[in-house]
């Protein structure tokens, strides 16, 4: 089976780079996969065109048209799409996205994966691996983390691990 999976960012993509061995096995044994990072997670457009520009590289901007040509192509399995809620509503925004994937002709096998707030959570929710990773992290940063809180969670991240903290980030786009 090949699986080509979207991810809003590069962190997420990075994530699920040493994740997937783990719960599908070794690439090609018995699965395939793509990952593939877009630059945020964008909007989906107004009647689910595909006018995007996508130089943006915004996954939802593009979903529509990326849908549709995976729907299109042999040998696609199924596409998985891993989106941050980032405190939306997750019902109203699953039902949205299945949207999309039904008005697509033909539709390929769609499975939409919501992180609560942000992926982000994912190494905060460890925190001795995430000291381990990264020694220099501010520890009063990570004491300000409540597990599986709605706080901001890839900012406060930032601020604990990397030099200049969200504002760099932000700079640097």
């Known amino acids: 089976m090949h699986i080509e999976i ?5 962190s997420g993509e990075k994530l699920l780079a040493q994740l997937l061995p783990r719960i599908l096995g070794e690439q090609g044994a018995p699965h395939t996969w793509r990952l593939k990072a877009y ?7 107004p009647g689910l065109s595909a006018k995007a520009d996508p130089a943006k590289r915004m996954l939802l901007d593009q979903l529509p048209r990326l849908l549709q040509g995976y729907g299109k192509t042999p ?12 405190r939306r509503n997750c019902k109203d925004f699953l039902q949205e996205l299945k949207s999309v994937a039904q008005d697509c ?9 919501l992180a609560v707030e942000e992926m982000e959570a994912w190494y905060l929710g460890d925190r001795e ?4 990773a990264y020694p220099r992290a501010k520890r009063d940063v990570l004491d300000r983390y409540a597990q599986d809180s709605v706080c901001g969670t890839w900012e406060l991240l ?16």
């Open 6 to 10: 979207l991810v809003e960012d590069s």
């Open 39 to 45: 630059k945020g997670i964008g909007r989906i457009p």
């Open 75 to 86: 040998g696609i399995d199924a596409v998985v799409v891993v989106l941050d809620t980032d």
């Open 105 to 113: 002709n033909p539709s390929p096998r769609t499975l939409f994966r």
């Open 129 to 132: 691996a995430l000291v381990k």
């Open 158 to 173: 930032a601020d604990a691990v990397h030099a200049g903290g969200v504002a760099a980030i932000k700079k640097v786009g």
